[in-house]
């Protein structure tokens, strides 16, 4: 995994962005995990800018608001914020507007907001929204308040409708990031990669942990969850993408408190198989493919090795199965979104 230079603008102030890159068509939302939901409502903006011949703009906040207004709470975002610059970048986003989520901007009422960030600081010509939008002062605005003053400043909204799942288990609910975090809390990392159109991964930097896994002949790259939503816990098939590599590597991970240690901070351990090198302090993408087994303490390290021989002999399996295959799943530009959907996005059930 290359070090990553993003190539689509960033702008982290609305007074940054240059002239050029004005008059553009926006789509608003997080957009945490870039789901199959999500993907809709940029990719129809999409449509509409190459239309237009304008760029393709995305506004979004940082911090996300959950974070400010309750920064006790658990963990649960499912793409980090470098991540999720990659994803929409691969998209074919061209440029990123990130406004700071802090106390202006959560005062700021949903009038201010459209006058000052979209009229005056993109000069916006058409707002793309999901149909659950909210934004402003206390949540104030909605798709209500962007059709009134499209109409009397001149700018053109569209509101995506729900895009429902066909996905086992989920069939007929809505595609969005809680059900996505609920895939994953189930342990089912497949059907949450389903509903995201793309592999969920774990992402961070490797750090030294006890080391006991090399006295048993399996050595694991650790890597702390930080923000990332906690899956369940348990053992997992994994890929691995390293920093500044751009081979895929395969594995075995267990994500949990290492009972067998009396451990109780949760670490993410994973072993690469058919890999011997130094890789402390690089940073990992851990793209998890399947769940395997729950975890469990064990009486001694000779129990412990047999079993995560049996966990490597079934993640091969499992990273081998066709349907299991990276390529099976993977995010699509904005081109190959455009070519599935020629006549645009109509139907709930086209995911």
Known sequence: MNRFVPQMKLYRHINEVEKSMKGCVVALGNFDGFHRGHRV????????????????????????????FAPDRPPFRLTPFRERIQLLEHFGVDFLVILPFDKELASMTAQDFVTDILIQGLDAKHIFVGYDYRFGKMRGGGNNVLSYMGEMEGF???????????????????????????ALLAGEARKAAALLGHWWSINGKIIK?????????????????????????????????????????????????????????????????????????????????????????????????????????VARVVLATTENDRDHLHLPTLEEYLVRFPEGFTSLYQI
């Not at 053109?156 to 609920?182: D, F, M, N, Q, W």
């Open 209 to 313: 942990g006890d080391q006991r896994g090399r006295t048993i002949g399996f050595p694991t790259a650790n890597i702390e969850l930080g923000e990332s939503q906690q899956p369940l816990m348990g053992v997992y098939a994994v890929r691995v993408l390293l920093e500044n590599d751009s081979q895929v590597y395969e594995g075995v991970a267990n994500i949990g408190q290492r009972p067998t240690f009396d451990k109780r901070d949760v670490l993410l351990e994973v072993h690469l198989f058919d890999f011997d090198g130094d890789i402390y302090n690089k940073h990992a993408r851990v793209e998890l493919v399947s769940f395997i087994r729950e975890e469990k303490k064990f009486n001694g390290l000779e129990e412990l090795k047999d079993q995560i021989e049996r966990d490597c002999r």
């Open 41 to 68: 409502v940029i990719g129809e903006a999409g449509r509409l800018a190459k239309q237009m011949n304008v760029p393709l703009a995305l506004v979004v906040t940082e911090p996300h608001p959950v974070s400010f």
């Open 156 to 182: 053109g909204h569209t509101v995506i409708k729900p895009v429902v799942a066909g996905i086992e288990g989920y069939a007929g609910e809505i595609c969005s990031s809680t059900l996505v975090r609920k």
